[in-house]
Structures are given as structure tokens and as C-alpha cells.
């Protein structure tokens, strides 16, 4: 029995903690691809990048992308097709065929590339076929504007045999009525004043009387200010009906 084969593969999945542009970088210099190769192995799709190889380069390749930042894909060749190799090819798809995802040794589970069947045809639930009951279905004419429904019935017209109509002009509101205005104000003993006449009668104020001004005059300009102060006499308090009184010496 020969040795198990695998082609290397590319979703476009980038590891946690790593961005698209030093992943593009690192992919460049580990491959010796061009920037336009880079960029459609990062636009997504699946590519292929190895084929043909023994599991232990497919796990240092697998080993070398993950140091990179990108998610390596291990595709098990079946062994009755032939082991091919080759130069990576970043423009080849992933054919639609059966995949195993193979991951590194002490590794988490990995996602099987876009496109590979995840159940093998004995494991695939057979749809079971559903019973439409469509007997109440009708198709319109074809030139018909607005389909024709099944309208319910209308509603039976309310009685109305108890109600009437008042005559025009009738009291509506038969002993209901509300209590009648106020009686007007008697205005007969106001007249109006003719236009013109005061309405208030005027009082005579009495002259404001001026106040004596003979005793003021002005000093001669460039007085000083403070000659014209006035001389300030010492204030002699009367404390005659002041008493002291004697302290209590108990």
C-alpha cells in the first residue's frame, strides 16, 4: 500500500490576531509570489497551492502558514487516483470532489474547504416528500386585472325599528335645558361725557417754594478744596445724669 497523498490547499482564512496586509506579506515572501498572486489568494475562494505531496511536507507546509497567519487546508488524494506534484498554482480552484481535512498533530479540528460534501451518501437523510393540499387553489385568467376571491358574506344591517326622527326645529333636549342668562345691567342713569371733557376734576398743587440760596456762594477758581472744609468741633457729650454703680464684691 502506498504512502497517502494530499494536496495543499487555501480558503482565504486568516488566524486570530493576524492582519490581512502582514499576511499578504508573509504569504508573499513564503511562496515568492507576485503582489497581484497575493491579493487573489486573500480575495477568497479556494485555491490550490500544493498537490501531490507525503503527509510529512504537507504538515511543514501546513506548519510554515500557520506561522505566516493563514489556515492551511489538507486534502487526502483517494488512492486509486494517481499522485501528482507541482508548482503551486494559485490560480486553480478546488475541485468539487470528496475532502478530508487533515490537521497537525495536537492541533483543533479544521473546516473542511468551500464546496466538499460534509456526509457521505449512506449518512444523507432522504427528503421525504410533502402532501400539498391545494384544492381551494384556482389560477386567475389570464388577462383578468384583479384575481377573483371569495368574499364573506356582509354583515346583517343593524334594526334601527326603535329609532325616530324629530321634527325640525324641536327641543332635543327636552328637560335638560340649561339655566336662563342674567338679566342685563340697568344702565338708564349713565350718560356720556360729550368729547373732550375731563373726567376727573383738576387740582390745583401749590407752587413749589425755592429754597434759600444767600447764604451759598462760590469759591474763587483754583481754591483749594480743603480750606473749604468746615471746622469740625469736638462733640462734649452731657453725662451728667450718668451714675457708676458698685460691683458686687459677694
Known sequence: ??????DILFGGELLPGFASEVVGENLGKLFKATPETVIRLLAGGVHTLKKGVDLETALKYQAAMQRAGAKAILREIPSEAPAETGAANARQPAPAAPMTAVAAPGSALSLAPGGGELLEPHERRAPEPVQVDISRITLAPVFAAVPEHESPPPPPAPDTSHISIAAPGADLLEGHHSPPPPPAPDTSGMSIAPPGERLAPVVEQPPIPLPD??????????TPLDTLKPERMPLQPDISALALTPLDTH
Open 1 to 6: 500500500m502506498s504512502d497517502p497523498r494530499f
Open 213 to 222: 440760596l444767600s447764604a451759598i456762594s462760590l469759591a474763587p477758581p483754583g
